[in-house]
């Protein structure tokens, strides 16, 4: 995945790396140590199905009675969940994973000074993803260059030179 950056008069690419496999499973933990948990209760009717937006922790279902009709007979169910509310990091995470390099911007944006090195709370997480990925300059281009290039292939030139990195950005991919 590449990044965009506008800094003066230059515009700068970076490469960003990672191992997604070891995000993944960092991005479970952060789910599992920092989510709040909401236990929920509930009868169905027919099996229950899974919300596949939802993160569950546990999702648990039994049969418990049968409901008799002239229409046709209908199982009862009773369900007991633990949801996930996972914190705003595990979704900038996704945002990244997804290819929104601009969700790499946030990610980097806080800066944590960690006091306690053994809890793991958002702050620790967030550290650990700061240091998951890696962002390499690749190349550099003179902001001037470029719009000479834009010029060349009737392209149009921005008026605020911070809105190259929005442009340059948008859409970009692993």
């Not at 960092?26 to 709040?36: F, G, K, T, V």
């Not at 099996?47 to 229409?71: A, G, L, M, Q």
């Not at 001037?144 to 442009?167: A, G, H």
């Amino acid at each position: 995945m590449f990044y965009y950056k506008v800094d003066g008069n230059k515009i700068f690419k970076y490469e960003v790396s990672y191992d997604l496999e070891i995000v993944k499973k960092l991005q479970n933990e952060l789910a599992n140590d920092c989510s709040i948990e909401k236990e929920y209760t509930y009868s169905s009717v027919g099996i229950p199905r899974r919300d596949k937006n939802v993160k569950y922790k546990k999702f648990e279902y039994k049969f418990v009675d049968t409901r008799y009709d002239f229409y046709g007979d209908d199982d009862i169910y009773e369900v007991n969940t633990i949801e996930l509310i996972t914190p705003p990091l595990y979704n900038l995470i996704e945002e990244i994973l997804k290819g929104n390099v601009l969700a790499l911007e946030k990610l980097f944006a806080k800066k944590i000074d960690l006091k306690e090195k053994n809890v793991k709370d958002v702050d620790y997480y967030q550290v650990s993803f700061q240091h998951l990925f890696k962002v390499t300059l690749v190349d550099a281009m003179d902001l001037e260059m470029y719009e000479k290039l834009l010029e060349f292939v009737n392209s149009p030139i921005l008026k605020n030179k911070n809105d190259y990195s929005l442009v340059l950005n948008r859409g970009k991919k692993k």
